[in-house]
């Protein structure tokens, strides 16, 4: 109630409720509010594609009269955009759409009366062309909904105000951020609102790599940082990613023999989890066969009754995949892709939670896990995150921690250390220690401000 009567009364703002408390709903109760009192004729939502399906759901459930008068925009976005028809009351697109139309709607002066972003860091990059497409639109009430409005760095929490309030923020500086937002900016946590929500423990489980993954692993290591280092100045920040993701591959299955400690341990865990009638979700950055979800559903036994949810599942079964975890019981274990699988989805059948592999940073990690610890959970959640000991996971482990100390600074209003600035270019090449190479602009700017990773590297990955 509190949320609801917030953002009716505001005509920017940010809902940052940690996931799992309702946001979604929130903002259409808030929104019917605003249409029954005939400020608002007409509403558009934008959220990323698989969440279309999650959104009519919800309009369904709390603004039924709505449902007949709600228009997905797929086909001649341009008209559906601009028009404005009396007999639609929400017009709901996806962040895929708007790219296109960028410099179409650069020149356009029509507005809507109100604009509703979900999963609002898709616009963190100012840059990219969906974040400026999304600011070219016009409305004179905006709202943006999202449990992780900094993922990376300070920046990002500055571009969705620069859709927000344009102007309101004219430095990074984290205090200064705190300070600037707080009014229109409105996050409760969990264990906050939510006092009966069942308990939650979370654990790294160190894991050692056996003989044939641990010679693959140094291997390719080793040789990795020998072919950096001959670059000298040539070397870039995304030469050095690629050698990080191959390592993690290597610390999910060796290739050849697809041994993996981590498929072991994981079959011993869930057949336990499995007899205890409970279910559970398995997230991994990588989808292909070799190295990610379908490498490890291959190697599912039966009685996982294994369905996946990754970017390569057609659009058109991805809720029915979402109801056999929900209902049927035959399926016990989902394998979920992060990027696909760890934003807006309620999943809450599981109790359950395995990282098989870590994300660049811990905001991805922390929207996986509430897609179980939210509303509707009756069972305590078990979170276990896989991590190989003497392997670049265990020291992408640390950075994670520092990057939870700059999200508590500026959104969660704690206080920050100075040396939490996020994974930037020199701590990233700092990952290997006989990595004696930096790009030549790195060099020279030691003695200044420390520089931030390329866009290849801060773009959520």
């Not at 423990?201 to 894991?207: K, N, S, T, W």
């Not at 341990?265 to 559970?280: H, T, W, Y």
Request: glycine fraction near 6%; include cysteine.
């Amino acid at each position: 109630m509190q949320g609801i009567q917030w953002m009716r009364d505001w005509d920017s703002a940010l809902l940052a409720d940690e996931p799992g408390l309702g946001k979604t709903m929130q903002a259409i109760l808030a929104a019917r509010l605003l249409w029954r009192e005939r400020r608002i004729n007409q509403m558009l939502v934008i959220c990323p594609k698989s969440l279309v399906p999650t959104w009519i759901a919800e309009i369904r459930k709390w603004w039924a009269n709505a449902i007949s008068n709600t228009d997905i925009i797929d086909r001649d976005p341009r008209w559906k955009l601009c028009h404005s028809a009396t007999n639609i009351t929400i017009k709901i697109i996806n962040y895929e759409k708007l790219p296109g139309q960028l410099t179409w709607l650069q020149g356009q002066t029509f507005a809507h009366d109100i604009i509703v972003i979900d999963e609002a860091q898709r616009i963190k990059n100012p840059d990219s062309k969906t974040a400026r497409a999304v600011k070219a639109l016009n409305s004179k009430r905006r709202w943006a909904l999202t449990g992780t409005p900094l993922e990376n760095r300070v920046a990002d929490v500055v571009s969705i105000f620069d859709f927000l309030l344009p102007g309101l923020l004219e430095d990074e500086d984290p205090d200064y951020v705190r300070k600037r937002i707080r009014h229109f900016m409105l996050r409760r946590r969990s264990d906050e609102v939510l006092k009966d929500l069942p308990e939650m423990f979370q654990e790294d489980v160190e894991l050692e790599l056996g003989p044939r993954q641990r010679d693959a692993y140094d291997r390719r290591e080793s040789d990795g940082v020998v072919k950096l280092n001959k670059k000298g100045d040539k070397v870039t920040v995304p030469h050095v990613f690629a050698l990080i993701t191959e390592l993690i591959q290597l610390c999910n299955f060796e290739p050849v023999s697809g041994d993996s400690v981590k498929l072991d341990v994981l079959r011993a865990e869930l057949e336990e989890v499995i007899d205890s009638n409970r279910k559970a979700l398995v997230f991994s950055r990588f989808v292909d066969n070799r190295f990610g979800i379908k490498r490890i559903a291959a190697g599912a036994p039966p009685l996982w009754g294994a369905v996946q949810y990754h970017g390569k599942i057609p659009q058109r079964m991805r809720q029915e995949t979402i109801e056999r975890l929900q209902n049927d019981p035959a399926v016990k274990v989902m394998l979920v892709n992060y990027r696909v699988g760890g934003l807006g989805l309620n999943l809450h059948a599981a109790n359950y939670v395995y990282l098989f592999d870590r994300w660049w940073n811990p905001a991805v990690e922390d929207q996986a896990i509430k897609r179980v610890h939210r509303i509707g959970q009756k069972n305590k959640v078990i979170v276990r995150r896989f991590m190989c000991t003497d392997t670049i996971e265990e020291r992408i482990v640390r950075k994670l921690a520092e990057k939870r100390r700059l999200f508590a600074h500026v959104i969660d209003e704690t206080k920050l250390s100075p040396e939490a600035l996020g994974l930037g270019g020199e701590e990233l090449f700092s990952l290997f220690k006989d990595l004696t190479v930096r790009p030549r602009q790195m060099k020279s700017s030691r003695s200044g401000q420390r520089p931030e990773t390329s866009s290849s590297g801060s773009s959520g990955r």
